[in-house]
């Protein structure tokens, strides 16, 4: 869980230079994003998900890419240092999120497998 907050935080840290629009201070305010945004994952995002039902299924799920933008633009309001400067680099960044972290869990369940 640990090596997840960790690589999460790198991936943060690289969105700036793979995103024009996005600023992240250091380090210390990638970790404390992929902290927030967990969290906010963790407790907002299911609520969204449930009110916004309907329309994720009418998008067959694309809307889900709109929710994680919203709560990386929520994110970069609550994190000082973090800056979010356009909703389109917000589902940008959303896009670049998930790919890491679909490329985190493949490479952990392959640990996993291994051991």
Same mark, same amino acid.
């Given at each position: 869980m640990l090596l997840r907050w960790i690589l999460n935080s790198l991936i943060i840290l690289a969105l700036p230079y793979l995103i024009s629009g996005i600023t992240v201070r250091n380090f210390w305010t990638a970790l404390i994003v992929a902290l927030v !945004?967990?969290? *906010?994952?963790? #407790? @907002?995002?299911p609520i969204l998900i449930i009110l916004t039902l309907? $329309? +994720? /299924? *009418?998008?067959?799920?694309? !809307?889900?890419? /709109? #929710?994680?933008? $919203?709560? *990386? %633009?929520? +994110? =970069? +309001? /609550? @994190?000082?240092? !973090?800056?979010?400067? =356009?909703? =389109?680099?917000?589902? *940008?960044?959303? @896009? @670049?999120? %998930? $790919?890491?972290?679909?490329l985190i869990n493949a490479l952990s369940k392959q640990k996993r497998a291994r051991t």
């Open positions: !945004f967990g969290i *906010l994952n963790a #407790l @907002v995002k309907p $329309v +994720t /299924i *009418l998008s067959l799920g694309l !809307f889900v890419f /709109i #929710l994680n933008a $919203v709560l *990386l %633009w929520l +994110t =970069s +309001t /609550i @994190v000082k240092g !973090f800056e979010i400067r =356009s909703f =389109s680099a917000a589902v *940008l960044a959303a @896009v @670049v999120l %998930w $790919v890491g972290s679909m």
